[in-house]
Every structure is written in C-alpha cells, then in structure tokens.
C-alpha cells in the first residue's frame, strides 16, 4: 500500500478551491516531524502562509502564480538554525552553525521533513506541488517573511484537492541509480539512450504540455547555464559563510 502510493506520486498544478482545515495542515506538519534528523538537530521551520496578500507576494516572486493561488494551503520550507542558536543561549553557549557541513544538515533535514508532510497529504488523498522557485527571489522572500540570521528559505509546497490528474513521469530505471559495491559509469551510454526514447514517447502523448524531447537533452539544456549564482552571497549573508 505505501510503495503504491510512493509510486503514484504526480505533482498537482491545479486544485480545486477549497481550503485545507488549518487542523489538518498541522497533522500533516506533525507528521513530517517524524522524519529521520541528523543528530535531531531538526534544523526546518515551515512557515504557513494564509494571509491573502503575502501569498500573492509569494506567487509573484516565485513566479508560480497558478500553483500557488490556487492551492488549498501553501507552506515555505526553511533550513533553520535561529531556533538552535536560542537552545545555545539558554546555556550560555555560542553555537556556530556557519560551517558548509551544517549547511548541508540543514538543507537534509528540510528535505526528509517536507518529504514526509507530501506523503502524509497524498495518503489522505490530497495533491501537492514542490516550489523551487522561491530560490528565485530568495532576498525578497526572506524580507516578505522576516527571516532572520540563520534561516534560509529551500522551496515552497502546494497542498490541495486536485482539480486534474497528471500522468506519473516514468523514472530513470533503477539499474541507473544503483551500483553494487562500487560505481560504475560505463553502463550510463546505453541506459540513458533506453530512457530517452521511453521519455520521448511519454512527452509525446502525455494528456497536457505534449512536447517533442528527451530527458537527457533537457539536463543538458538546463544545467549547461549557471543557475541563481546569488544564492552564495545570499546564504553568505544568513550566516552560512561555508568555512
């Protein structure tokens, strides 16, 4: 039952409007708490946008107007390290959290937590939609919502009650991510070619967007640019120096 529901996922771009009890939305938060956390750190605070106007600001600098409006509850995913930098202090203890390894727990941490609140909605039969494009205007953001030293804003995740089903995208064959006791490169050239023509097909003839690509053009397209080179600075700025 859980590995079909995990196989099942599709993010939900259009939802119905109707609004998600604030009751449920913290069930589902409460649940994400239970998620895996490096040396329970729990180094994630979410904030739950429900005033009309910042989540309109949201949607305009994420440039994810539909998802967003729409939605029937809309929560900003943080890497949070002011609330561990308050437990130092009840001890007198100064806690340096700008280290590049903290960073990375931080950004684990939000990761494991948001994955868990996306599956305990989808349980209940709800659709969600990850936001990565708060990392579009990350300075803006962090002003919109007060954010302060130490907090970083990751994405954002839409929650509601779909008003459209999406095809599941195939994914790349677990021959491709698995290596058995050591990696190996050699076997990329002929399974990569193999789920191209499996994604072709799916673009193809998907119900919306249909379009005539492949997957390892698309990776090659998008990661052959530099993407949001401010987030150094800006991350810089929140505290993470990544000594």
Known sequence: MVIELLTAH?????????????EKVYEFIHA???AASSHFVQAYSVIYVTEQEKREQLAELSKNKRQILSA???LLFCADYCRLEKAGALHQKDIH???????LVGAVDVALFAQNVAIAAE???YGICYIGG???????ISELFQLPKGVVPLFAMTIGVPDEANEVKPRLPVEAVIHENGYDSDKYEELLQAYDQTMHAYYLNRGSNQKDTEWSLQMAD?????KRTYMKEFLIQQGFEMN
């Open 97 to 103: 959290y700008s280290y590049t390894e903290n960073l």
């Open 32 to 34: 994400g708490q239970h």
């Open 72 to 74: 029937g509850a809309v």
């Open 123 to 125: 349980s209940q039969g």
């Open 10 to 22: 599709a993010s939900v771009r259009k939802y119905k409007d109707l609004t998600l009890p604030k």
């Open 222 to 226: 998008f990661l052959s640019e530099p």
């Open 134 to 140: 708060v990392r579009n205007a990350p300075h803006e």
